[in-house]
Structure formats: C-alpha cells, structure tokens
C-alpha cells in the first residue's frame, strides 16, 4: 500500500463535503444517498490511491464527479434492453425470437399491475384452471381435445415423455436424434425423462417394419421429431406420420410427435413453404403434438401440447408440470396472440413475426435507400456503405435450407485499413445496440427487422461522436 503525500491527501474533500454540493445533490435525487455515498467513498480511496503516485496530477473535482456520475449510469442501466436485430434471422433465439404485438404487449401490462383470474372461475366462483385461457383457441386452432401449456418446447417434450413413458421405451428413427442450440438433444431428454430411447433404422432411413420390429411389451409410444435445423438429402427414407399412427395404434401404443416450430397456419398462403401444423399432425392420427410458442407462432417463450383428452389429462396431472407451468404475463400474452389467429385476415397485418417474416424485398430495399445516406454520413469516408441484396432466414431451427430475399447495408473499408470487428463493437455500444454480421471482409446490416426506423437514424449520431 503506497503512502500518498500529505499535501495530496489534504487535497482530498471529504465525502460529507461532496454530499452536499449542487452536482451531488442531483446525483443523489436521481440515485439515492446510500448508492452515492459508496460511490464515492470508493472513488475517493481510488483517488487517494492515485495521487500517491508519483508524477500524479491533482485533484480536479468536476473531473472526479464527472467520472462517478458516468460510473452511476453505466452501472444503474438494465443489463437486458431492447436492440436492434439486423442479423437476417427473423426468430433468432439469442436476440429473443419473436417480436410481440402490441395488444399482447398491453394485456401483459395490465396482468403485471393487476390482480388477475389467473386461476379463478369467474362463472362458479370457485378454483379454475390456468391452462383454460389458452385451451380454448388451441383446440379451435389445433383441433386438440386438450392442451397444456408450458415453460418452452424443450420442457413440452419432457413433461410427456415422463408422463407417458416412464421406464418404458419410446422408439425415434435415428434420423430425428436431433440438437437443438447446443443443449437440446433429444436423446438427453429421453433419459432426463426417465425414459429409455430406442433408436430404429438409420440416420438416412427408417422403414414402418423397422418401427414393427422394435416393439416390445416395454414401449410406451413411437414418437416422431421434426428435424427442425438440418436435412438428410440423398438416398433417403421417412415413415409417413399417417403410418407411424397406425402401427401405433395396432399396438395400442401413443403416437407422439414433437413438431418444434408448429405453423398454426398455411404459410404457403403467405408465400413462406409449408411447415406442417399441429391441425394437420392431429388428423394424421398423432396423439399428442408439442410446439413452442414462440417461433413460427410468433407469440412468447412457451411450449404448447396439444391431443388426446386421456394422455392430456396424465400429462396436466404430472406433479412436474408445477415445475413447468407458465405464469400470468406469459399465459396473457400467449391468449392475445392466439386470439389474433381467429381473424386470419388480419393476421399479417397485427402479428410482427409474420409482418417480418412475410415484407416484400421491395419495400425493404426503399427503406435502405432511406437509411443508407444517414449510416454513410455518420461512418465517414473511411468506410463505403453500399445497398446489397440478402437473403434472411427464419430462425429458430424453421425451414432451415429456405431463405427469403431481402436488402441491406454492406459496410467495408474504403482503404484497407478499417476494422470491421471495432465497427460491429461500435454499433452495438450504440444506446439501442444494433447487430449486424461480418461475412467475407464485409458487416452486413439486413434490414428485413428495421422497425422504429427514426430511432435507428437519430442514434446514429453517436457513432460520429466515438469516431
Ligand atoms: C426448437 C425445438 C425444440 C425446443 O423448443 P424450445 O421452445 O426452444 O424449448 C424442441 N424440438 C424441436 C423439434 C424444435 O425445433
């Protein structure tokens, strides 16, 4: 520990001191006396600390105050907040997947700062059923006797394995051990699950007798998982769901199939390829179907299982769907964004995942021309900003070889010299980070998700300032 001199330390305030100066005060109102006193109790040592150093330069109290303030700010701002997802990746799981409509967004406020019947009949006075509020537009929607709803998909396929398969067998082709973002792997969940996982054929094909063949007295359920992020090509082989479901019904065994991203509607009419639906698995004669809420349906995290009236009620009497269930705000807004579904008409319009996922290229390309003077403008002639054709993708693991054509902004150096990486690290210091992607020398910036459009503009004159 270094001694500082004296005649510094004299020149040191003490914090009562500062306390009570105008700048302080201001701190204070906005902070709070506990948080600023710390503050600058801890500044102070580090002053000290400093001017013990040889050489140091005085104490410069608009200059200390200033850099506690700044300290404050950066360390009072919330850690989770909203960005900009320039990516090309509509539902893309790290920035939050899909982007909510409003009416959603509303219902959860008044969810949040109200009491609500979450689980109150309010015809019969007594205890109701929080899965209700959403039962009824997923089984108009689905055609499912019954739904359950839950946490996310992951926790979806693990509630009805555990329920329906307990130390017991389910048969999966080996073409459908599928992972998921790193730590969902359907072979992990089976056992997590309690269940024991019997792989039948091949990675690139499964026949219907060699699901036949693997039945035994110790099978619960034939399951079929949607290979939602990649695709076998070539010589290759699946059992049609139609078959799977009747092999299983032979054998009175369940017939269960995690669809991950679960379309309610026929994207074709969107001019999206077809991803198959939960209504469609159902009256292929599935049982029980799983799909998340917040990927192609465009509504929060959850995961929805939807099917049989007598596997449903095991699975909603599961002690582990305590540990699963949703909570108010997730439940308000998965009821806001199913009751849009009942008025398909509106749907592109009232929906933002299917807004985006679904802009003409047209229009995204006006929208770059808009931009591109402002974001040129602020980089300065270090850096070119040129218009480029893209292509964005889904996310989420939906239709992952499908693209839809889009526009943006290409950023390179005009020399040699310019580091994209610094760019990218600026752009999402901005006070709404924007994220792009770096690909072949060049920062793409997709503007397929440009909402709020003004805001991305005006903020842009922070790059200048930190260039
Ligand atoms: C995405 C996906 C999951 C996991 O769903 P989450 O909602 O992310 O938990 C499970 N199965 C399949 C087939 C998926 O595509």
């Given at each position: 520990?270094?001694?500082?001199?004296p005649?510094?330390?004299?020149?040191?305030?003490?914090?009562?001191r500062?306390?009570?100066?105008?700048?302080?005060?201001?701190?204070?109102?906005?902070?709070?006396?506990?948080?600023?006193?710390?503050t600058?109790?801890a500044?102070?040592?580090?002053?000290?600390?400093?001017?013990?150093?040889?050489?140091?330069?005085?104490?410069?109290?608009?200059?200390?105050?200033?850099?506690?303030?700044?300290?404050?700010a950066?360390?009072?701002?919330?850690?989770?907040?909203?960005?900009?997802?320039?990516?090309?990746?509509v539902?893309h799981?790290?920035l939050?997947?899909?982007?909510?409509?409003?009416?959603?967004?509303?219902?959860?406020?008044?969810?949040?700062?109200?009491?609500?019947?979450?689980e109150?009949?309010?015809?019969?006075?007594?205890?109701?059923?929080?899965?209700?509020?959403?039962?009824?537009?997923l089984?108009?929607?689905?055609?499912?006797?019954?739904?359950?709803?839950?946490?996310?998909?992951?926790?979806?396929?693990?509630?009805?394995?555990?329920?329906?398969?307990?130390?017991r067998?389910?048969?999966?082709?080996?073409?459908?051990?599928?992972?998921?973002?790193?730590?969902?792997?359907?072979?992990?969940?089976?056992?997590?699950?309690?269940?024991?996982?019997?792989?039948?054929?091949?990675?690139?094909?499964?026949?219907?007798?060699?699901?036949?063949?693997?039945?035994?007295?110790?099978t619960?359920?034939?399951?079929?998982?949607?290979?939602?992020?990649?695709?076998?090509q070539?010589?290759?082989?699946a059992?049609?769901?139609?078959?799977?479901?009747?092999l299983a019904?032979?054998?009175?065994?369940?017939?269960?199939?995690?669809?991950g991203?679960?379309?309610?509607?026929?994207?074709?009419?969107?001019?999206i390829?077809?991803e198959r639906?939960?209504?469609?698995?159902?009256?292929?004669g599935?049982?029980?179907?799983?799909?998340?809420?917040?990927?192609?349906?465009?509504?929060?995290q959850?995961?929805?299982?939807?099917?049989?009236?007598d596997?449903?009620?095991?699975?909603a009497?599961?002690?582990?769907?305590?540990?699963?269930?949703?909570?108010?705000?997730?439940?308000?807004?998965?009821?806001?964004?199913?009751?849009?579904?009942?008025?398909?008409?509106?749907?592109?319009?009232?929906?933002?995942?299917l807004?985006?996922?679904?802009?003409?290229?047209?229009?995204?390309?006006?929208?770059a021309?808009?931009?591109q003077?402002?974001?040129?403008?602020?980089?300065?002639?270090?850096?070119?900003?040129?218009?480029?054709d893209?292509?964005?993708?889904?996310?989420?693991?939906?239709?992952?070889?499908?693209?839809?054509p889009?526009?943006?902004?290409?950023?390179?150096?005009?020399?040699?010299?310019?580091?994209?990486?610094?760019?990218?690290?600026?752009?999402?210091?901005?006070?709404?980070?924007?994220?792009?992607?770096?690909?072949?020398?060049t920062?793409?910036?997709?503007?397929?998700?440009?909402?709020?459009?003004?805001?991305?503009?005006?903020?842009?004159?922070?790059?200048?300032?930190?260039?």
């Open positions: 520990m270094l001694n500082p001199a005649a510094a330390r004299r020149a040191l305030p003490a914090v009562d500062l306390l009570g100066t105008e700048a302080v005060l201001a701190l204070i109102a906005q902070y709070g006396r506990t948080r600023i006193t710390a600058l109790r500044a102070l040592d580090a002053e000290r600390e400093r001017l013990a150093q040889d050489g140091a330069a005085p104490y410069d109290e608009t200059g200390f105050l200033q850099r506690c303030a700044a300290q404050l950066c360390t009072s701002a919330p850690s989770l907040k909203p960005v900009f997802n320039l990516t090309g990746t539902l799981t790290n939050g997947r899909a982007v909510m409509p409003e009416s959603a967004a509303k219902a959860v406020y008044a969810a949040m700062t109200r009491p609500v019947n979450l109150f009949d309010l015809d019969g006075g007594a205890r109701g059923e929080r899965d209700s509020h959403v039962e009824r537009w089984h108009e929607l689905t055609g499912g006797e019954k739904a359950v709803a839950v946490n996310n998909n992951a926790a979806a396929v693990y509630l009805v394995l555990n329920t329906l398969g307990l130390k067998e389910v048969l999966v082709s080996r073409g459908e051990l599928i992972e998921i973002g790193g730590a969902f792997r359907i072979p992990d969940i089976m056992s997590r699950a309690g269940v024991k996982l019997v792989e039948v054929g091949t990675t690139n094909r499964t026949h219907l007798k060699d699901f036949a063949e693997a039945i035994t007295p110790r619960a359920a034939i399951m079929k998982v949607h290979t939602s992020n990649y695709v076998v070539g010589f290759t082989a059992v049609p769901e139609a078959d799977l479901a009747t019904h032979q054998h009175n065994l369940p017939f269960l199939v995690d669809l991203s679960g379309s309610l509607i026929n994207l074709e009419d969107y001019g390829p077809h639906t939960p209504r469609e698995t159902l009256a292929d599935a049982d029980v179907v799983t799909f998340s809420g917040d990927k192609l349906l465009g509504g929060p959850a995961g929805l299982i939807v099917g049989r009236k596997l449903m009620a095991c699975i009497k599961n002690p582990m769907k305590r540990s699963l269930r949703l909570d108010k705000m997730t439940l308000t807004a998965l009821d806001a964004v199913l009751r849009l579904y009942l008025h398909p008409e509106k749907l592109r319009e009232e929906l933002p995942a807004r985006l996922l679904t802009r003409d290229r047209d229009d995204i390309a006006a929208q021309a808009r931009v003077p402002a974001l040129a403008a602020a980089l300065g002639g270090h850096w070119r900003v040129e218009i480029t893209c292509k964005s993708q889904i996310g989420s693991g939906a239709l992952p070889v499908d693209s839809m889009s526009c943006g902004l290409a950023i390179a150096p005009a020399e040699k010299k310019g580091n994209l990486n610094k760019l990218a690290a600026a752009l999402r210091a901005l006070p709404v980070p924007v994220i792009g992607h770096i690909r072949d020398g920062l793409t910036l997709d503007l397929r998700c440009l909402d709020h459009e003004d805001e991305f503009v005006t903020q842009l004159q922070h790059l200048k300032a930190s260039r």
